[in-house]
Nanobody, 124 residues
């Protein structure tokens, strides 16, 4: 498994942007598919975005499509989530996740490594 550490969360106003980062340990990062999920207290964790090991394919939840962009830098063992035009309903704890594989994955139980999460709060 790979160790993941998220950063970049914070308090912003509606319409602002944030970029989350997820740094991974290990020399095999480039073989992992990565995903971003989010969770609000009292609700289930939900899928946000995913990217294949090479970065050539991505997939997004409908709620963030066109506003969020997932990307990765395998030389830096880091995956990013650029979040633009933020809305109050984007407020959540954001988690990155990893699993080995050549595809991308949208299901929570597809991933076996998780970060500790970073809080994003969007005020109206």
């Amino acid at each position: 498994q790979v160790q993941l550490v998220e950063s970049g969360g914070g308090l912003v106003q509606a319409g602002d942007s944030l970029r989350l980062s997820c740094a991974a340990s290990g020399r095999t990062f480039s073989s992992y598919a990565m995903g971003w999920f989010r969770q609000v207290p009292g609700k289930e964790r939900e899928f946000v975005a995913t990217i294949t090991w090479s970065g050539s394919n991505t997939y997004y939840a409908d709620s963030v499509k066109g506003r969020f962009t997932i990307s990765r830098d395998n030389a830096k063992n880091t995956v990013y989530l650029q979040m633009n035009s933020l809305k109050p309903e984007d407020t959540a704890v954001y988690y990155c996740a990893a699993r080995s594989g050549r595809s991308y994955y949208t299901k929570i139980n597809a991933y076996n490594s998780w970060g500790q999460g970073t809080q994003v709060t969007v005020s109206s």
